[in-house]
């Protein structure tokens, strides 16, 4: 039943505007697109609204200090808010307002300045700017909502005879009795196969998907919010209405968990070794072996508007599966998307094919946890100067890539953790696992607790299949306490090992050998057991292994050769 009000506010166009097609809807009808603070809330002419005329003389398009519409300094108890304009004596104010719903202005004496609805554009005449050069008044919003929120746009038009200029744009929200998590700690629950009338605020009453959620709740208010998705599977077209790149748009901040049973009240009740959600981009459900009938494939998940000055936090992806996306046909397309930060923990990334890209790009990446099994093109680029990308506690097999897997920027610190790389193949031969984009930045390399087996460059079986040269050629490095295949010493290490790291089952059920379903768990005859750095993980504070199995458990019949503390943690993603 409350009023929010929004000063200095980005507003998306609406379902009239110019371009027609930003979501969700903002209750424009034929006023303009992207209206940044201080831009207009009328068409782009500046001049007409459905023919009729709005304002006549001279228009300066851009708002300046001397013209503002103040936020509210106090709420009348009937919910009125308490506005004040400030222009240039002896100028007259309009009130320029996006349609939605009846409203009327009194001025500070309760007088009434503007009664009715609203004229197409919402034009109406306040009054004169004092010789203060203000121009208080109320604005009374009605009937009040018992149901969602309303978003409506505000912006003064002062005009003279010089001409007219506008003050900043600003938003008020109406928000109604059961208007669901408005607050960052209530996060919205969505479930594909729900009824039409569910509210998100718990599993009897989910969201059917994206587009509801946000219909029902603040427009473009999703930072911050977490999206609860059932288990299942579900197509990537049914999480909401595509944009036109052909994905999901969303925002910095924004968190996507899945693997929810429909009884959970925390992320931390759920079981997500054997509960995933299941995100396909093969919309027709035709995909054939060897990335076969792709055409109907999605080539984009998310998309994020990142934010840059007081990000709330990374994009994050939790307890999904992303599979058969990408039709092979696209350059730099992605999967998922964000120019300043993504973290994925506990997802799987299973036959897409990104053949000229990478599935994950972002500014500063944070993978922990996550399976990149039987994919073909890169998988993930961390790419914004002077940031990080690690991957911890994750298994990387059986990927098939012209281009290196994992991309770092010249001057990126990274961190490989805990990770299995084994029998991914590369088109040519100087391709590898991972790759620094460039040597000649001051970027720097740690590796450890990691097996990198039987990966090949050219058919090859090297050196240079795991570690790109540029990214050999990092300082500083530090790689130790692995077990890396083919490694020459030729570059300081401590405690690498290179023999077989004895693999409970690398054939699998299809009885190709270091293929995508083999088991890469350790044998208890492998010598990564008990052979780790325990000071890795108790940095990091990584407690499971990546089947959610305690990370240190010792082997009493297997001798300590790693280094700390019994017990001492195994090499690899696996814990034995």
């Known amino acids: 039943g409350g009023v929010l009000f929004a000063s200095s506010c980005t507003f998306d166009g609406g379902s009239g505007g110019i371009c027609g097609s930003c979501y969700p809807c903002d209750g424009f009808s034929g006023v303009g697109a992207t209206i940044a603070s201080g831009g207009l809330l009328i068409e782009r002419d500046s001049s007409a609204m459905y023919g009729q005329p709005i304002l006549q003389g001279p228009v300066q398009h851009l ?74 008044f109320d604005l009374v919003l009605g009937p009040p909502l018992t149901s969602g929120t309303r978003v409506r746009h505000l912006q003064l038009a002062f005009l003279s005879s010089s001409g007219t200029r506008f003050s900043n744009a600003v938003a008020v929200v109406q928000v109604g009795d059961d208007a669901p998590f408005l607050a960052e700690s209530e996060p919205v629950r969505i479930d594909p196969g729900a009824g039409p009338y569910g509210n998100g605020r718990t599993w009897s009453t989910p969201l059917r998907d994206l587009d509801d959620a946000r219909r029902y709740s603040l427009a473009h208010a999703e930072a911050g919010l977490e999206y609860w998705l059932i288990e299942g599977t579900l197509r990537g077209d049914e ?41 396909t981009g093969d919309l027709l459900g035709d995909d054939a072996p060897g990335f076969q009938n792709r055409s109907d494939n999605m080539d984009w998940l998310f998309y994020a508007l990142s934010i840059y000055q007081g990000s709330p936090g990374p994009l994050r992806f939790d307890g999904l599966e992303f599979t058969g996306f990408g039709s092979g046909t696209q350059s730099y397309h992605r999967l998922i998307h964000d120019y300043y930060a993504v973290s994925i923990r506990w997802c799987t990334f299973r036959d897409n094919f990104f053949p000229s890209s990478v599935i994950v790009g972002a500014g500063i990446l944070d993978l922990s946890h996550t399976e990149w099994t039987g994919n073909r093109g890169g998988l993930a680029s961390c790419g914004l100067a002077h940031r990080t990308f690690t991957v911890r506690e994750s298994l990387v097999v059986g990927n098939t890539s012209r281009w290196s897997l994992f991309f770092g920027a010249k001057d990126v610190d990274t961190v490989l953790e805990g990770v299995t790389a084994v029998g991914n193949r590369f088109e040519r031969p100087e391709s590898a696992v991972f790759q620094q984009n460039d040597s000649a930045g001051p970027a720097s390399l740690r590796v450890r607790n990691c097996v990198f087996s039987r990966n090949t460059a050219d058919g090859a079986l090297v050196e240079t299949a795991h570690f790109h040269p540029n990214a050999l050629a990092t300082s500083p490095h530090d790689i130790g306490w692995s077990l890396i295949e083919g490694w020459t010493g030729g570059l300081p290490s401590t405690g690498v090992l290179t023999g077989d790291p004895g693999f409970v089952d690398v054939l699998g059920p299809d009885g190709i050998p270091f293929n995508a379903d083999g088991d890469f768990s350790l044998g208890l005859l492998s010598p990564c057991i008990d052979a780790g750095d325990n000071e890795a993980v108790l940095a990091a504070g990584t407690l499971v292994d990546l089947r959610g199995n305690p990370r240190r458990v010792d082997q009493p019949s297997v001798p300590d050769t790693g280094l700390g503390t019994s017990p001492l943690v195994d090499i690899g993603a696996f814990e034995r």
Do not use: C, K
């Open 63 to 136: 708002a300046d200090e001397t013209r503002t519409l103040r936020a509210p300094a106090s709420v009348r108890s009937d919910g009125a808010l308490h506005l004040q304009a400030h222009g240039v004596p002896g100028e007259v104010v309009y009130l320029l307002m996006s349609n939605g719903g009846s409203w009327y202005a009194e001025g500070v004496d309760r007088r009434t300045l503007s009664v009715g609805p609203l004229i197409p554009g919402g034009r109406r005449r306040l009054g004169g700017v004092n010789g203060a050069g203000e121009l208080d």
């Open 239 to 279: 999480l909401g209405e595509l944009n036109g790149l052909g994905g999901l748009s969303t925002i910095s901040g924004t968190a996507y968990l899945g693997g929810f049973t429909g009884v959970e009240t925390h992320p931390d009740e759920r079981d997500l070794v054997h509960h995933r959600t299941r995100i």
